[in-house]
């Protein structure tokens, strides 16, 4: 019995020291999906916190943000979004610890950082100061209402991310690919055409290394856009990774903003990803495919194999294995190399400092990487991965601006180190000691 009322008060105490919000509240709840309707395209003035259920200082402000939440209800909105869902919100804005705070007025594209006091009543009057900015910026004109951003932040998408397909390239990217596609049919004339193209780019470029986006122009290919029986635009349709014909081709039900598409895709994809391969770094193609055709890739240097013998190695590759099935919903690159093998790459990500084994997280497009500081086990690596995830964590530039070229090597061969064979250099009995003292006595 005593047991049983232990694990329940446990079990209570764990549901209340969690931060969180809740429908009831006067706080809005902001995720992937919402965010762009909700605040980028209002009028409305925002203060959004960025929070982690389980950091100590949101849970110490939420009571606080819910009392100023209803006191600004009608004048200023208060929101939160919960990064450990919804990471992708906040990476446009720089997002890297908790809780975060930023204030939307008249120009959403350019957020202000709120470092007041975490009092309802401080946040309240920041909330009133930021209202009245805004409404002076409309009136000399320099705020217009509803920024036109893609999904939040000021960053924009690269048009050449969209990948063009017409009646000669179709089958051959779409239908040879192991990823999942959204393509695009549309018309240069369409004006809601010209209205998605900088969402599409801007999800393009987000989605890189995950999904891919692409765009047929059905004015032109007209062979292709006849099989699917377009007749609107712009319309969207879908091909599941291994697509294999035509057949294949579902309909498109998600929003036409940059982060609705970011949202409906990265769900969609997650639903059939394979576990990472953790592959050995061994040519200049593999560390390629891993890190600069994704996001992130999570490179590990492992010890000599006369250090750890193939035993050791292999634990250590297993580990890798187990955690990337875990994240494997990140879609990121997975590789690893012999301490020693790659110098130019080991000194591009400052590797050696701590030892090996050692690992280092890369976002080669971003030129950044994110040393592991912490023990080379489960725990130490689930607590890296969960901080970039949610874009934090002490970044650092590649040494060079670009990861380096690596040389071809042959790829481990399962078996144990052996130790090189000295040089003979024959028995000490041989040697004629009484000719080299004659040899002395002579000279």
């Known amino acids: 019995m005593f047991t049983q009322y232990l694990v329940t008060v446990l079990a209570s105490a764990t549901i209340f020291c969690k931060a969180d919000y809740f429908p009831s509240d006067d706080v ?24 982690a ?29 919960n990064m450990d869902v919804h990471a992708s919100v906040g990476g446009p804005y720089n997002v890297r610890g908790f809780p975060t705070i930023k204030m939307f ?31 002076e910026a409309r009136l000399s004109g320099k705020g217009g209402s509803r920024q036109q951003s893609h999904s939040g932040g000021s960053g924009s998408g690269d048009p050449k991310d969209v990948i063009e397909l017409n009646d000669n390239n179709f089958e ?3 239908f040879s690919s192991k990823d999942l596609w959204l393509v695009e049919f549309f018309a240069p004339w369409c ?24 765009a047929v122009d059905a004015t032109v290919s007209t062979i292709i856009a006849n099989k699917y029986g377009i007749r609107g635009y712009p319309t969207i349709k879908v091909f599941p990774a291994g697509a294999k014909d035509h057949n294949s081709a579902e309909d498109y039900d998600g929003g036409r903003t940059a982060s609705d598409i970011i949202a409906w895709a990265t769900e969609k994809a997650a639903a059939s990803v394979p576990p990472p391969d953790v592959l050995e770094l061994t040519s200049n193609d593999v560390l390629k495919a891993e890190c600069q055709d994704k996001q992130l890739c999570v490179l590990s240097f492992l010890p000599h194999i006369l250090d750890s013998m193939a035993e050791g190695r292999n634990k250590y590759i297993k580990l890798l294995k187990d955690i990337g099935e875990k994240y494997r919903k990140k879609m990121w690159g997975w590789g690893w190399a012999e301490a020693g093998a790659h110098p130019k790459l080991e000194t591009a990500l400052g590797i050696g400092g701590f030892g090996y084994p050692a690992m280092a ?4 497009r971003k030129k950044m990487f994110v040393l592991l500081t912490g023990p080379f086990e489960e725990g130490g690596i689930n607590e890296l991965l969960r901080a970039v995830a ?32 000295e040089e003979d250099y024959g028995d000490l009995d041989d040697l004629d000691m009484d000719s080299n003292e004659k040899s002395k006595d002579e000279l």
């Not at 809601?192 to 599409?200: D, S």
């Not at 997280?361 to 080669?364: D, G, I, K, Y």
């Open 28 to 51: 809005v709840e902001l995720t992937a999906s919402n965010f762009n309707s909700k605040v980028i395209q209002s009028d409305d003035v925002w203060l959004i916190e960025f929070y």
């Open 53 to 81: 259920p389980w950091c100590g200082h949101c849970q110490r402000l939420e009571p606080e943000w819910k009392k100023a939440a209803t006191a600004l209800k009608g004048i200023v909105k208060v929101g939160a979004v």
């Open 105 to 135: 007025g008249a120009n959403k594209n350019s957020p202000q950082d709120y470092n007041g006091a975490r009092s309802a009543s401080n946040i309240a009057n920041e909330a009133i100061n930021l209202l009245r900015q805004t409404v």
């Open 172 to 174: 051959k990217e779409v």
């Open 191 to 214: 004006g809601h055409c010209k209205a998605l193209a900088p969402e599409w780019a801007k999800a393009a470029t987000e989605l890189k290394g995950k999904v891919k986006l692409a």
């Open 361 to 364: 997280v890369v976002n080669s």
């Open 390 to 421: 949610v874009g934090r964590g002490r970044t650092e530039p590649i040494k060079g601006d670009t990861l380096p070229t690596i040389e071809s090597r042959e790829p481990w061969d399962g078996k144990d180190g052996e130790i090189p064979q």
